[in-house]
């Protein structure tokens, strides 16, 4: 898709990977509206990013469906219509399996997963509605390929946006709106401050809220890919209507492993042709 002179609505824009999209869309002449959780971080962003003119900023906790719609409404209100939605607002939640309690399963889904369909329900009719089409990106994560030990859930959440992601693709593309997973490896980011994000409503039935504490002081290596270095890989990838945009080709070969893996799963018999044209809608070839 095109973003010069168009509007994007960045979730999760105010920091890290959100900030580095919203910095890429800026610098290509696209208007943004950055919605976050975390007000105060919002005016440094925005200050951050110049062309005032270009930026607006609203206060969004992507589980409140009502206040996602009133946060869509405001970007209209600035900005007219919205083209493309950047699904990007995550917490990283990690812990043993055996510790995993309801509380951590529902934030970590209702932020990840959740906060992604709440962006698609709002925005998508908008997008439809002014029929110049748009994009759809997600932020997916290189664990929904390559599974990250001691987090399921996050790893579930993740997994989810790229299905949904891939399963609405052809369907919108005759509406001129493509999707993109985005599915970045490891990059800078205050990713591992997010326990200070958990809810009260979300601490009584956790096994991992006291460990979140120990998170945020794992140190970031400054190898790890930068916001902005991110953020132009996925302005390419909406210039380009990409499905997949990824980061990292290290992780080439465990994707090939996984796959591969998979393959040699499938049961080893000819092919049954009637049941191939009965089932080919199914098929994706
Ligand atoms: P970050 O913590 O720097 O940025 C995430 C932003 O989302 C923050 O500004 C935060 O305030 C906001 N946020 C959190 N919960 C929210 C809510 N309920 N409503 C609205 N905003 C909310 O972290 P980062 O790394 O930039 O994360 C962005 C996305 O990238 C997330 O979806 C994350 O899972 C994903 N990701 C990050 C990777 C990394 O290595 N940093 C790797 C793969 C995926």
New binding site residues.
């Given amino acids: 898709a095109d973003v010069a002179g168009k509007t994007a609505f960045i979730?999760?824009?105010?920091?890290?990977?959100?900030?580095?999209i919203a910095r890429a869309l800026v610098g290509a002449g696209a208007k943004v509206v950055i919605?976050?959780?975390?007000e105060s971080?919002l005016a440094e962003?925005k200050a951050s990013l110049g062309a005032d003119d270009r930026v607006e900023t609203v206060q969004?906790?992507?589980?409140?469906r009502p206040g996602f719609a009133r946060a869509a409404d405001q970007a209209e209100a600035r900005f007219g219509k919205i083209h493309l939605l950047i699904g990007?607002?995550?917490?990283?939640i990690m812990g043993p399996i055996v510790d995993a309690r309801y509380d951590d399963w529902d934030w970590a889904m209702?932020?990840?997963f959740g906060?992604v369909i709440n962006g698609l329900v709002t925005i998508l009719p908008r997008i439809r509605a002014h029929g110049e089409g748009g994009q759809i990106v997600t932020?997916?994560?290189?664990?929904a390929l390559i599974p990250i030990p001691f987090s399921a859930t996050?790893t579930a959440a993740?997994a989810a946006v790229l299905g949904l992601s891939e399963a609405i693709r052809g369907e919108l593309a005759a509406e001129n709106i493509g999707v993109s997973a985005?599915?970045?490896?490891?990059?800078?980011?205050?990713?591992?401050?997010?326990g200070e994000?958990r809810p009260d409503e979300f601490k009584a039935d956790s096994g991992y809220v006291k460990r979140e504490e120990e998170l945020e002081r794992r140190p970031i290596s400054p190898l790890?890919?930068t916001?902005d270095e991110v953020g132009e890989r996925v302005l390419a990838g909406i210039r380009a209507n990409d499905l997949y945009i990824l980061t990292h080709p290290e992780f080439a070969k465990g994707m090939r492993t996984r796959f591969d893996a998979i393959l040699a799963s499938m049961p080893d018999e000819p092919i049954n042709q009637e049941r191939a044209e009965a089932i080919g809608f199914l098929l994706g070839n």
């Fill in positions: 979730t999760g824009g105010a920091n890290g990977i959100g900030l580095g919605a976050d959780i975390r971080a962003a969004l906790d992507v589980t409140d990007n607002a995550g917490v990283g209702g932020v990840n906060g932020t997916s994560s290189q664990s996050y993740k985005f599915m970045p490896g490891p990059v800078q980011s205050n990713i591992a401050m997010s994000l790890w890919m916001p």
